[in-house]
Each structure stands twice: as C-alpha cells, then as structure tokens.
C-alpha cells in the first residue's frame, strides 16, 4: 500500500462544488508534481463537512488545517507554504459567517466542530464517497455481513434497534425499530424498503450530506431492514434537484453490487436485495411518505 | 442544455431507443421515460406524450396528468440560454426577487417566458441546494453565488458574447 505524508481533502459536496471545488482539486492535481510533491501527498475528493457558507473548505491532515473560502488562486499559496515548507496560510484559517470565540487551526478543535459528536454522518468529509473500499476501511459493511453470516433472527436485530433508540431523522422522530416490527409482522405481501431522500426543506441537507459522503451507508441500512423485514428490492427517492447525490448514489450501487453486497445471495446466505433510484420531477409533496410511493409508482 | 443540437430525427430515434426498454412496463416506468424524453428534447411536447403512452400502455390522459403534476417537466421548450434564478427560502431572504427582476429587466422578458428568438428563457426554481451561497442563480448548469443585482450584467455578458 502506497502511504502519504499528508493528505488534501477538498469538499465536493453541493454547496462546494457550486462555488468552484473541482477547478480547486484540479489546481491541486496540477501543482503537486512540479513540486514534486505528487508522491507523498494524496488529494482526496470528499463529501460534505458541514460548513457550506465558508466553502469551499479544504482540509490539510496531520495537522487537520482547515481552509475557508479558498480560490482556485489560492491553492498556489497552500502548496508552497504549507505543504512544502509548513507554513500554515493564515489568511484562509478565519472563519467569517460562524460566530467561533474560539476559533481554532485545527478541524476537531474549532469551535463549529467541538461540541459535535457526529454518528449518522460520521464518515462525511473523511472518506471518498465514490470509492467503496474506504467505506470498508472504516468498517463498513460490517453490520450486515455479521448479521448474514451468523444467519442472525430478525427479530433480534429488530429488538436491538429498538434499545438503541434509533429514530427517524424526518422531524416526526418515529421509532425505527417499531417500525421494523409493524413491517415485519405483516405477512402476505411483497415488501420493499423505500428511502425518503426527497428533502424539500429550505436549508436543511441531512439527507443530501449523506447520500454525497457516505452513500455506501445508506445501501449497507436497507440492505439490513429488507433482511430484517423480509423485503428483497429497495428504492430511494432522491430529488432530480441534487445531480451530484444522484451520481455518487449510482456510483455506490454499481460497487455494491460488484463486490457482491447488492444482489443475489449476499454473503453466501441466501438472502437477495437489490436497490434502484427513483427521481423526483419538482414536487414538494412527494416528501410526504404516500405521496411518495405513488411518485415512485409513477402517478401522480 | 440545448447545447448539442439534435436533429428530429436523432431525437426521435433516441426517444425510441430509450422506450424500448420500457415498452408495455406501465405506469411504474413513466417516470423514467418522461425524464429520459425531456433530457432529449429539452421539454415534452404533445406528440412525446403520445409516443410515451403508446409504447407503456397508457392513456394520453395518464401521461398528461403526471406531465402537468411535476414542475420538473415541461410542456414548453426553454431558451438555448435558461438563467434560473432561485426562490427558495434561503435565497428569497437574501434578495433574489431583486436578482429575478434585473435578470427580466435586461433580457427584456419575464420569468417562464421565452424571447422570440428563442436565445434565452427565465424560469424561477425552489432550492438548488446551496444556501449557504445565497442568493444563487445558475445559468445552464453553471452556479452562481452569493450575488447583488448589480453584479447581473457582467454575467449575462458573458453569455451573450458566446
């Protein structure tokens, strides 16, 4: 395995990319070999960290540096001062929108970042979304290949969400693991995991954040609520409005089902799931959860 | 958008192509084939609806309903030029009504309108996802950011010398 002395992590989420990420990784790519600095630092390309109003934000580890608001102009003065001689660029290190009395250098210190203990989102802004094997790094698939190979019951796994007190990131907060039980329960039916990724709230990007950093999360879940509610195909709803979550999400399934973690016989257990992407056409409604089955029916 | 010019023909053939692999699938492909025909030609015209419900098995009517429900279709082509100007909450807060109305004021037509040589169109949107640059405005597929009204010219500028 090839090993680095540091690592460039540019966002590429939504709001990031909008204001110019990718002429910056391109910069980035461009500049590190006249320096020849190429073979020891590794560019990153990531999801979103979570501070949209400063971007594009870069972030420089070992030392976890920070970067706001960056130019494709500026990534001649990061490379030449801070990756080759270890000069921080002070004039990018400020943060301006977010009020920080104790603004700091480094990503885990700064004040937006300190008091947050980050579960659902935690791999955003560290791993490449498109690359299957650092979600795997980080122990990803992990949950659902136990659960397989131990031919675990599902009804345990239902009453070990349940005391997790995992909830419903809507804004109703609905218990996932009752609503587990009730799908479960019910016989008779072809079943399907439908995930609501049809965000409509100004603002408000919980879903877009993890479909963009973190996309192998969301299929590595369904996959274990359709094994736990004995569904065999999942759709996720995204809206058309978010090309980049689309992309990455496409991108995630094609792996999966590469690598044999979407499909048929998962983990030789005999168990199948499949999952497609539904788009959305520009309906706030469609948020609503029956609104949204029949969207994804094709009706209106 | 608009930029690579098919003929009607390459479009229909397209349009084919792609109902193809949908033919006889009913209504759980329509949404699918709507988008795919409107990336095609750019908008939905009524003889694309009747195509698309031929080829699924379904009535003019089903399609035209589920066309005019969405206001991601289109019944209407755009301009080889779409400014879209954001009016989602965040952006609205942050003054792109004023942002809308030089855009208007310049081309010299309103929001959902076409101009008669069919350069340009305005279309107003809700949320593109990037609040944290607002007030946003995007050009075809180019974004925009954290703009005032009189930074307006110099980017339709750039548009018109293309």
Request: hydrophobic share 40%; aromatic share 8%.
């Amino acid at each position: 395995m090839e090993l680095f002395r540091a690592h460039v992590l540019v966002c590429c989420g939504t709001g990031c990319t909008s204001s110019s990420s990718p002429q910056i990784m391109d910069r980035f790519s461009e500049l590190l070999p006249t320096y020849g600095l190429d073979k020891e630092i590794k560019i990153v390309k990531t999801g979103c960290f979570g501070l949209c109003a400063e971007g594009p934000v870069v972030v420089i580890y070992p030392e976890g540096v920070m970067y706001y608001r960056v130019t494709p102009e500026d990534v001649d003065e990061i490379v030449s001062e801070h990756l080759l001689k270890g000069r921080y660029v002070h004039r990018l290190m400020t943060l301006t929108a977010v009020a920080t009395a104790d603004a700091s250098y480094s990503a885990e210190d700064n004040g937006f970042f300190k008091k947050q203990l980050r579960i659902a989102l935690r791999n955003c802004g560290v791993i490449n979304p498109e690359k299957i094997d650092e979600y795997i790094a980080h122990d990803g698939y992990q949950a659902i290949g136990k659960i397989l190979t131990e031919k675990r019951d599902p009804m345990s796994i239902i009453a070990e969400v349940k005391s997790s007190g995992l909830r419903g990131r809507g804004g109703g907060g609905f218990p996932t693991g009752s609503k587990w039980e009730f799908a479960a329960k019910v016989q008779n039916y072809t079943k399907y995991v439908c995930c609501n990724a049809d965000e409509g709230d100004p603002g408000a990007f919980m879903d877009r954040s993890i479909l963009e950093g973190d996309p192998h999360s969301v299929i590595e879940a369904m996959t274990i609520a359709g094994y736990c509610i004995g569904a065999h195909q999942g759709f996720v709803y995204v809206r058309a409005e978010y090309p980049i979550a689309v992309e990455r999400l496409s991108i995630a399934i094609d792996q999966a089902r590469e690598y044999g973690l979407l499909g048929k016989n998962i983990f030789d257990s005999g168990f199948d799931f499949d999952l497609d992407i539904r788009l959305g056409a520009g309906a706030f409604v469609c948020g609503e959860e029956t609104a949204l089955m029949r969207s994804i029916e094709g009706k209106r | 958008m608009g930029k690579s010019k098919l003929t009607s023909e390459e479009m229909s053939t397209k349009l084919d192509a792609v109902l193809a692999d949908h033919k006889g699938e009913g209504q759980k492909a329509l949404m699918a084939s709507l988008q795919k025909a409107q990336g095609i030609y750019g908008f939905l015209p009524l003889a694309v609806q009747k195509k698309v419900a031929a080829a699924l098995g379904l009535s003019v009517a089903e399609v035209y309903g589920v066309v005019s429900f969405y206001s991601f279709f289109s019944l209407k082509p755009k301009g080889e030029t779409v400014f879209t100007v954001c009016l989602g909450t965040a952006c609205y807060v942050k003054g792109s009504q004023l942002l809308l109305e030089e855009i208007e004021k310049s081309i010299g037509i309103g929001s959902g309108e076409v101009t008669k040589d069919g350069k340009y169109s305005i279309s107003a949107c809700r949320c593109v996802g990037a609040c944290g640059l607002a007030p946003v405005i995007l050009v075809n597929d180019d974004v925009y950011g954290r703009l005032t009204p009189d930074e307006i010219p110099g980017i339709i500028a750039k548009y018109k010398e293309a």
